[in-house]
């Protein structure tokens, strides 16, 4: 079974402060896929970013940076000088990477509410 | 291209009736995804179809709900005897991926928010 936790509920900074949103998980599958979306206000979900298990590499896009460790199964997400446009629920989630049979499912977090005051 | 697109965007419908609600996935996409989000929560998966294989349907809570997809083209998710804890946004997703083959970024369209009252 798979599972994705993100124990952070709700998160507030003020705008131009650094904020990392964590995200644990767990699965059986030796070769998977990490992903990150956006949910802003408007509902639809926005890709961000994809990892493969055997690609520990941390990653930095703009304002946006992942660290990705295997051995604690963590898989955080790090804005920098936050904007409001920040504003929104930020979903971890995993699939398996290669699947004959079955579906290839997202398993989501529950999600990280992040809130950028100006 | 243009992305994945769901209709209605929101729809309100009575207790006991039954609702359709249609997905268009980015072109040339070979997989498809249902997933249902309630309020405040993650996504939970539904159903999956790829290409012209069986679907997988492991997700779906009763069997009030089915789905349908012709070969890579649209596809509708109905729910009948609707019960208001069907109340959600429904989301779907494409992807690029190939049968047998690593999967592939999943790509959502904007959803479509089911209030059943």
């Known amino acids: 079974a798979q599972k994705v936790t993100q124990a952070q509920t709700e998160i507030s900074v003020v705008e131009k402060e650094d904020v990392t949103l964590d995200c644990v998980y767990e699965?059986?599958?030796?070769?998977?896929?990490l992903f990150w979306y956006k949910q802003p206000p408007s509902g639809e979900l926005v890709f961000l970013i994809r990892?493969?298990?055997?690609?520990?590499q941390n990653e930095i896009s703009g304002r946006y940076s992942w660290n990705f460790q295997k051995s604690t199964s963590s898989f955080n997400f790090t804005i920098t000088a936050s904007q409001v446009v920040d504003s929104a629920v930020y979903f971890c989630?995993?699939?398996?990477?290669?699947?004959?049979?079955?579906?290839?499912?997202?398993?989501f977090g529950s999600g990280t509410q992040l809130t950028v005051l100006p | 291209g243009a992305g994945v697109s769901q209709s209605p965007s929101n729809k309100v419908t009575e207790k006991g009736k039954d609702v359709e609600l249609r997905c268009d996935p980015i072109?040339?996409?070979?997989?498809l995804y249902w997933y249902r989000q309630r309020l405040g929560q993650g996504l939970e998966f539904l159903i999956y179809?790829?290409?012209?294989?069986?679907?997988?349907k492991s997700g779906l809570p009763s069997d009030r709900f089915s789905a349908e997809r012709t070969g890579e083209s649209v596809s509708t998710l109905t729910i009948q005897r609707t019960q208001q804890e069907d109340s959600a946004v429904y989301l779907c997703?494409?992807?690029?991926?190939?049968?047998?083959?690593?999967?592939?970024?999943?790509?959502f369209g904007p959803g479509t928010r089911l209030t059943v009252l």
């Open positions: 179809f790829q290409g012209n294989s069986a679907p997988d």
């Open positions: 997703a494409s992807s690029l991926e190939k049968w047998g083959a690593a999967t592939d970024t999943q790509y």
């Open positions: 990892r493969n298990s055997f690609d520990e």
């Open positions: 699965t059986r599958d030796t070769t998977y896929y």
């Open positions: 989630a995993l699939s398996p990477l290669i699947s004959s049979g079955s579906a290839r499912q997202l398993t």
């Open positions: 072109s040339g996409h070979t997989a």
